[in-house]
């Protein structure tokens, strides 16, 4: 009879999770995470198509809870609600530094990037557009604002200075 293993998928993420974050893109491998799960590096495959299919579901999960967490969020204090995305958006980039510092993650996904960076930025704006100024395009607006939090914040610009720029908009 074979081994039943209980919370097999949530085992694989944490220890992703944790090997990305003490050695790197590089040297996390299918092998290596299979290993210290202590399962056949099949098993990881009846869950995830590759290495990049781990890291992904470990990142969107993360991604959703920051997006659940600010779509709870009270809008009446606009500058609360933006300081709270910025915090959020920092907490994410902090927790995932190791995959978005690691130059062999960078070219393995720089192809999806732009992609990736255009989803989180209309899910950035839908969150934003009920705090934009009414405009001839609310839309573009939300997108305008969503797109600078996103580059400024993972660039390291103070709240304070992305704030003074973006204030007209809300």
């Not at 969020?73 to 300081?83: G, I, N, P, Q, W």
């Not at 950035?124 to 939300?142: I, T």
Request: proline fraction near 4%.
């Amino acid at each position: 009879m074979p081994k039943r293993i209980e919370n097999v998928k949530e085992q694989l993420l944490a220890e992703a999770r944790r090997q990305i974050a003490r050695q790197g893109y590089g040297k996390t491998t299918v092998r290596s995470v299979a290993a210290a799960c202590g399962i056949a590096v099949g098993t990881v495959y009846n869950y995830f198509a590759s290495k990049d299919a781990l890291i992904a579901a470990f990142m969107a999960d993360d991604w959703c809870r920051v997006l659940a967490e600010l779509a709870a969020c009270d809008v009446a204090d606009k500058r609360v609600f933006l300081e709270r995305i910025y915090i959020a958006l920092r907490q994410f980039a902090d927790a995932h530094a190791a995959l978005f510092t690691d130059a062999a993650a960078e070219k393995v996904y720089a192809s999806a990037g732009p992609v990736r960076h255009g989803m989180l930025r209309d899910q950035l704006a839908d969150l934003l557009a009920p705090v934009c100024r009414p405009a001839e395009d609310p839309a573009f607006a939300a997108r305008f604002l969503a797109e600078a939090m996103l580059t400024w914040t993972m660039a390291g610009v103070p709240f304070a200075t992305l704030y003074t720029v973006c204030k007209n908009l809300i």
